[in-house]
């Protein structure tokens, strides 16, 4: 992958593969520091022990269509080739929490690409998901949540008709520009 925005991706699918309800994402930077992190954190059904310690492995995935699975050994790589950390919990019932940390600066680092578009895709294609989507920098904070997104437009309005995706496209990328500012 060539951007860390289709990691992020790949991960909130495995996600809503689980049975997720509720996915949220972060994508947290400290300039200052030199630091960012990305965590993906679910309510689906969760991984058994065994599973867990096997699910960085590219030849461990629950797929019946291929044999390999390299998203997460591809998010957990780009963090430790970038001078930074990767984790992953998770229990069978609870769900899963997938955090990869990076130096900003570090030549390897990816870009972080299309964030504001996956967070559109994500939200507008999985009606009966809901997503906390939040983004921080140097003390400025933006979020957006489909449970408060939903009360105020009604059950009537899907997050797809061409005003509300059109308000949220906007409303994304006016967020990650102020918080970020292309930084990443």
């Known amino acids: 992958m060539r951007e860390l925005a289709l990691n992020i991706l790949d991960i909130a699918e495995n996600s809503l593969a689980a049975g997720a309800k509720l996915v949220r994402i972060a994508v947290e930077a400290d300039f200052g520091a030199d630091a960012m992190s990305i965590s993906i954190e679910d309510d689906g059904k969760g991984m058994s022990e065994e599973m867990l310690a096997r699910v960085t492995d590219p030849f461990t995935t629950t797929r019946t269509t291929r044999k390999v699975g390299m998203g ?3 998010f957990k790589y780009s963090a430790e080739s970038a001078g930074g950390e990767f984790s992953i919990a998770s ?14 600066g570090h030549v390897d680092r990816m ?19 809901d997503f906390l989507i939040e983004a921080a920098a140097d003390g400025q904070r933006g979020a957006l949540d489909t449970r408060e997104l ?3 437009l009604g059950e009537d309005i899907p997050f797809d008709a061409p005003e509300v995706r059109s308000f949220l496209k906007e409303y994304i990328r006016e967020n990650l520009v102020d918080i970020f500012g292309g930084r990443l």
């Open 91 to 104: 229990a069978p019932g609870k769900g899963t929490r997938v955090r990869a940390t990076y130096r900003i």
């Open 72 to 74: 997460l050994p591809l």
């Open 111 to 129: 870009p972080l690409g299309d964030f504001g578009g996956v967070a559109l895709q994500l939200v507008t294609m999985n009606p009966h998901t």
């Open 150 to 152: 939903r009360e105020a």
